[in-house]
């Protein structure tokens, strides 16, 4: 589904991405593990199209590709990011951005938009799996949301546009256990065989809840491991310390 | 300031004066146009000139209109260009009444909706001096214009204790094609005592042409009136708009107008307020959107002369193309002005690299236990808040526009009449649409 391979990103002449390969088939879920700084949320933004960044390298999703393809264009292909600091945007209701966008990607795709009515039948429903406050629908785009909201709305987000792959980016950050938990079970419901996962977190608290089938680790901008989910309990016991240390290869001091 | 004589402005309109007239009328014109003769135009050397140039607007030599406009309106075509709100109308095509375009019926005993030439010249000459009163109070050329030069207007005078339901729709229309008008629409409206009105003004254009729109608002609220003024100006984007409305409030008595400006190619809104008694309370939004090589300008001064007022001003540009918003705001605490509370907030947003904004509070504050507060803010739409909604589907052009909306939504939330907020939604969003093209 999504082959990375030789990804380079900088943003302002600094180069944050130093070569990223990876291969994500249908139905898998991969963590993308290590210390702050390293990267992970980066390689979200230029998977989701995140214009600041320069790229180069090859990434294909389902065949095409993605590097040449605009945000909204990867959007209506299938990609989503779960944003670890979701956009507040005053004047804008939740509920109406979201059948917004909805209907942006269903026409794009030649679907037939939905109504105000079918749209709210589906809201309602996918919003039940992430167990969120329907109070919130009313208000404005993640205005005023606890950080746990504005999680979950993301999860809410994901869960009706229905994507292939979805990125999620720190989304355990912020949220306390029980929250954690419903965001988990909203996630671990979206699952299925024809649907990619890349989780990114700096944690192993998230992968008890969503059990990935691989973990790579990422430090200075590259993978410098990668195993199965009991990669997760090692980097619990050790740290990153040892991956910080040892500086990539060809890398000056 | 700049000699009058020689300006290609004045030409015809000067010649246009006619001979004979009544006495208070000969007197008021006198006074203008001597105020015109001694002071001259505005320069930029004039700090509320600064950013304006009047220049643009003295090289054309404009014509009065005459009493006909050469083509007939139809009620369908004016309803389409202004709007219904269900109440009362006086129209005014090219600065004349025009009756069979306006609408009476349904007004309680005792409230005078006319035109002010309907009036006999005895009443005239007691109101007049009511209109006149800019040039006392902060005159500059193109209140001494509207003085000498302006013929009809509409006045409303509503008694003590009446409640008008329904608002009142006071549309000033210029029918300019051919050689370039100048109209100097006036209206006076007057609430006594407890009293209680809305009111729309509608500044409006049906054609393109060049025009000088000249215009003068005066009201007047006695104690506890309550007057909600909402101005809709969408002239021709090749025209010259430049506004005045003047207040004076009484104790208790509550004002508050509503601006959305869109059109013009040079557009000024002045709004001054005087809050004579205590417990006076203001509250004036703004909504201005230029783009193309669009200039809009706003001059706001609230004067605090009493304890216990309020004011609150809140006023937000949208600028695109190498369009140019003015915002200037004056805050006068008078001593004795005890406890007085004043706010302000100013928020431009630019969607292009060549437009520009200019916000400038002004504070005088001459009392002490008062509380003002003002902040403003220039800044343009957000990248991250962009990518957001391009990552969820909507196209570049499609997100910049919802958060452009968004920015303004607040704007169209305090319109309370919900006919008119539907028809300033539609045109706020023609207008923005219009913004995003590159010049």
Not at chain 1, 69 to 90: C, D, K, N, S, T
């Amino acid at each position: 589904m999504l082959e990375i391979e030789n990804l380079h990103a900088s943003v302002e002449g600094s180069e944050i991405l130093r070569g990223i390969s990876l291969r994500i088939e249908a139905g898998e879920v991969h963590a993308i593990m290590g210390p702050n700084g390293s990267g992970k949320s980066t390689l979200a933004q230029v998977l989701a199209g995140n214009p600041t960044y320069r790229v180069s390298g090859q990434v294909r999703f389902q065949g095409r590709d993605l590097l040449a393809m605009a945000a909204e264009a990867r959007a209506v292909a299938g990609i989503f990011l779960a944003f670890q600091y979701p956009v507040e945007i005053p004047g804008v209701g939740n509920l109406y951005f979201l059948r917004t966008a909805l209907n942006a990607v269903r026409r794009q795709r030649g679907q037939e938009e939905l109504d105000a009515m079918d749209f709210l039948a589906l809201a309602k429903e996918r919003m039940q799996l992430v167990e969120m406050d329907p109070e919130l629908m009313n208000r404005a785009l993640n205005e005023g949301f606890s950080g746990g909201e504005k999680k979950r709305n993301e999860i809410f987000q994901m869960a009706v546009l229905q994507p292939s792959l979805a990125i999620l980016d720190e989304t355990d950050s912020g949220l306390d256990i029980d929250a954690l938990r419903s965001v988990a079970a909203g996630v671990n419901a979206l699952r299925s065989a024809d649907r990619a996962l890349l989780l990114i977190t700096h944690y192993q608290r998230l992968l008890d809840y969503i059990v990935p089938d691989y973990i790579h680790v990422m430090a200075n901008g590259r993978i410098v491991q990668s195993g199965d989910k009991a990669l997760a309990v090692e980097l619990e016991q050790h740290g990153y310390a040892h991956f910080d240390a040892a500086p990539a290869p060809g890398q000056r001091p | 300031m700049s000699s009058a004589t020689q300006v290609p402005l004045l030409t015809a309109l000067q010649a246009a004066e006619p001979a004979r007239q009544p006495a208070w009328r000969r007197q008021l014109r006198g006074a203008a146009w001597q105020w015109l003769a001694e002071h001259g135009f505005p320069t930029a050397k004039d700090e509320a000139w600064k950013y304006t140039r009047v220049a643009p607007i003295l090289a054309v030599p404009f014509q009065p209109a005459a009493a006909q406009p050469n083509r007939r309106l139809s009620a369908a075509r004016l309803a389409q260009l202004v709007g219904d709100y269900g109440g009362p109308r006086l129209v005014f095509v090219n600065g004349h009444f025009a009756a069979p375009l306006s609408a009476r019926a349904g007004l309680p005993v005792g409230v005078r909706l006319s035109n002010l030439a309907a009036l006999p010249d005895a009443e005239r000459a007691v109101l007049e001096p009511l209109l006149a009163r800019v040039l006392q109070v902060a005159p500059h050329a193109f209140g001494a214009l509207n003085a000498a030069l302006g013929e009809d207007g509409a006045v409303l005078q509503i008694p003590a204790h009446c409640t008008l339901e329904r608002p009142i729709h006071l549309v000033f229309l210029v029918d300019s094609d051919a050689a370039p008008l100048a109209v100097h629409p006036r209206a006076l409206i007057q609430l006594g005592a407890g009293s209680r009105a809305s009111l729309v003004e509608s500044h409006v254009a049906s054609g393109a042409g060049i025009y000088l729109s000249n215009a003068l608002s005066q009201v007047v609220l006695e104690a506890g009136a309550e007057l909600e003024h909402y101005s809709l100006q969408d002239a021709s984007r090749s025209a010259f708009h430049l506004a005045r409305l003047d207040v004076r409030q009484a104790r208790d008595s509550r004002f508050s107008a509503h601006l959305t400006a869109c059109g013009g190619a040079i557009g000024r809104h002045e709004v001054r307020i005087a809050l004579e008694g205590p417990g006076a309370r203001v509250a004036l939004d703004g909504l201005y959107l230029p783009g193309g090589e669009q200039h809009l300008d706003n001059q706001t001064c609230i004067e605090h002369l009493a304890p216990y007022c309020t004011s609150r001003e809140r006023y937000k540009g949208v600028i695109g193309g190498r369009g140019h918003g003015v915002f200037d705001g004056r805050i006068i605490v008078r001593p004795g002005a005890l406890k007085t509370d004043a706010s302000q907030t100013i928020k431009n947003l630019l969607l292009s690299a060549t437009a520009q904004a200019n916000a400038q509070p002004r504070l005088e504050i001459f009392a002490d236990d008062v509380k003002c507060a003002h902040g403003a803010a220039v800044g343009q739409l957000d990248q991250q808040a962009i990518f957001y909604l391009r990552s969820r589907g909507l196209t570049e052009p499609a997100a910049r526009a919802l958060l452009t909306h968004a920015f303004v939504s607040e704007m169209l939330e305090a319109i309370r009449l919900a006919p008119l907020r539907s028809r300033v939604e539609r045109l706020v969003a023609v207008q923005l649409r219009s913004l995003e093209v590159a010049p």
